[in-house]
């Protein structure tokens, strides 16, 4: 793939140039031509991340603008999902008189896939759009070229901060919302049941293993990264003015809920066939 | 119209183009340009919309790359430069935006602040202080400084550009469009910004325009832009003089009211 991609999109330019309209066709060129591109971008990412100056005070500015922001929405999904999910189950369970496993199904459901899945849907929602839409709109008013040209490198400034921002928050957030989320439900049992909330967080995470949460994390990181790179992605080159500002904040979200459930698909499948093995 | 030329140095030409090309797909926008901008000069492109001046002087400050020619700044060989050196050199030209492209997350302070911040990063916060103080007044707008640019007019957001590319205290100046979208008295006044700019910085400036009284007001010299190549080059006499129909009718244009 390393090898094809750029050959094919070099071949792609080449035929740009001999004015040749496409090479496979006009949607295809542009799909392996973006490929290509999200390749470079992420290249680019990797290798400001680790030379000097680094833009510490940014990364802790949109941290807090991007998890501190998010909070209110995530507890309410959060919990909201803990309830309902537990609310749901219920009725289930209940006819096989296995009420008391809804601490334990109601902890895998959140811990391996709710907690990091809704978090990533949501930050995908309110930061990858929100990233899109002000980087684009910097780019149409040229305030992107105006850092180039005071000597300050905007692609640090503006998408390492970013990018690494929500790689590091949305794990924290999903942290944060798999919390809520076992109070929402341990709330609905509560009231149908006596029990207390020790004994169900034991019942709860006698069933969670280490490589649960452990691969939780790394989804939770992954979602994070698809987050910020596709909304920088987008929003860094946005075109066509007002109009690309708003086709970039759409197509950051459209583009990372897409990719979060490909990716949530892929780790699944892997994780699955350790546990098999394990 | 200008004419103390006693400033300019014509011995040394800061920046110096050959056989500029540019092109966007099969628009050929720039088809061999030839400048010389001497230190201390200040050079006014004209010519109508969309004749490639924005162009111009965005492949200078190395915003966009040339398809073909030769482009030397302060010195350097622009192809020649990797990306450090095009940001050491990128210190020495200030670039006044047509929008003037002020940070709107920021205060006028912060937008100011922000160059000195990333590129002299041993400065004390009180010197940064005093250089935010000092091109603020250069531009008579000192008591903007805790406001956002969403809450000044288009004049004072083009002065505020301005300020914040001299903040760096830059030798060349690259003003786009500096008073398109201004109302007449407002533009005499960035007109008299510009020259004032010259005069305390001893600046070099491209001034790029259709707006022949700023033409006549700040440049040394004119150099009109048509079909991607300059046709007539001179003082502001000398370029209407030139008998070129279409020089005269921009000029007709402008003074319609004449």
């Known amino acids: ?278 | 119209m200008k004419n103390l030329r006693t400033h300019i140095d014509t011995n040394e030409a800061v920046i110096h183009i050959r056989g500029l090309e540019k092109s966007f797909g099969n628009n050929h926008v720039l088809r061999g340009v030839d400048l010389d901008v001497y230190r201390g000069e200040n050079v006014v492109v004209l010519g109508r919309s969309g004749t490639g001046k924005s162009v111009l002087i965005k492949i200078i400050v190395g915003l966009l790359t040339a398809d073909n020619g030769y482009v030397e700044v302060l010195g350097k060989n622009l192809s020649k430069l990797d990306i450090v050196e095009l940001r050491e050199l990128r210190l020495r030209i200030g670039f006044s935006f047509q929008n003037s492209a002020l940070y709107d997350s920021m205060t006028i302070g912060e937008n100011l602040a922000f160059p000195l911040k990333r590129n002299k990063r041993n400065l004390a916060p009180k010197e940064i202080e005093n250089s935010i103080n000092e091109v603020l007044e250069e531009v008579g707008l000192l008591q903007t400084i805790n406001q956002r640019p969403s809450e000044l007019s288009g004049g004072q957001r083009k002065r505020i550009g301005i300020a914040r590319t001299l903040i760096l205290k830059p030798d060349i100046m690259l003003y786009d469009e500096p008073t398109a979208g201004l109302d007449p008295i407002t533009s005499m006044e960035i007109n008299n910004l510009i020259n004032e700019v010259q005069n305390d910085f001893h600046t070099s400036s491209i001034i790029i325009t259709h707006d022949l009284t700023c033409a006549k007001i700040t440049g040394d010299r004119l150099a009109v832009l048509l079909d991607g190549k300059f046709i007539a080059e001179g003082d502001f006499t000398e370029v209407f003089e030139h008998g070129d129909e279409r020089i005269q009718s921009f000029y007709d244009y402008n003074f319609i009211n004449d």
């Not at chain 1, 895998?108 to 809704?118: D, F, G, K, M, S």
């Open chain 1, 1 to 278: 793939m390393a090898f094809f991609l750029p050959l094919l999109v070099k071949t792609i330019y080449m035929a740009e140039k001999k004015e040749r309209e496409y090479v496979i066709s006009t949607k295809a060129d542009s799909f392996f031509l973006d490929v290509y591109n999200v390749w470079l971008f992420i290249k680019q990412f990797f290798k400001e991340l680790f030379s000097p100056p680094f833009e510490w005070k940014e990364i802790i500015r949109q941290c807090y603008n991007i998890g501190y922001r998010s909070l209110g929405l995530v507890s309410l999904t959060g919990f909201i999902t803990g309830l309902v999910f537990t609310k749901q189950s219920r009725p289930s369970l209940a006819e096989f008189g296995a009420t008391s496993w809804l601490p334990s199904l109601i902890a895998i459901a959140i811990i391996r896939a709710l907690a990091p899945l809704v978090t990533a849907l949501i930050a995908a929602g309110k930061v990858g759009s929100n990233i899109g839409a002000e980087l684009g709109s910097m780019r149409v008013t040229e305030q992107i070229d105006a850092m180039e040209v005071s000597a300050t490198n905007p692609f640090k400034f503006l998408v390492v901060t970013r990018i690494v921002a929500t790689t590091i928050v949305v794990p924290l957030l999903a942290i944060y919302s798999g919390c809520v989320g076992m109070f929402g439900s341990y709330l609905n049992i509560a009231a149908n049941e006596h029990i207390s909330i020790k004994a169900f967080f034991q019942a709860a995470f006698d069933s969670i293993s280490f490589l649960d949460i452990i691969t939780s994390m790394i989804k939770a990181t992954m979602f994070g990264f698809t987050i910020g790179v596709a909304g920088c992605f987008k929003g860094y080159y946005t075109t066509h003015g007002t109009q690309g500002v708003g086709r970039a904040a759409n197509s950051a979200v459209v583009i990372s809920m897409f990719l979060i459930f490909i990716e949530e698909m892929v780790i699944v499948q892997i994780v699955n066939s350790f546990r098999v093995t394990g």
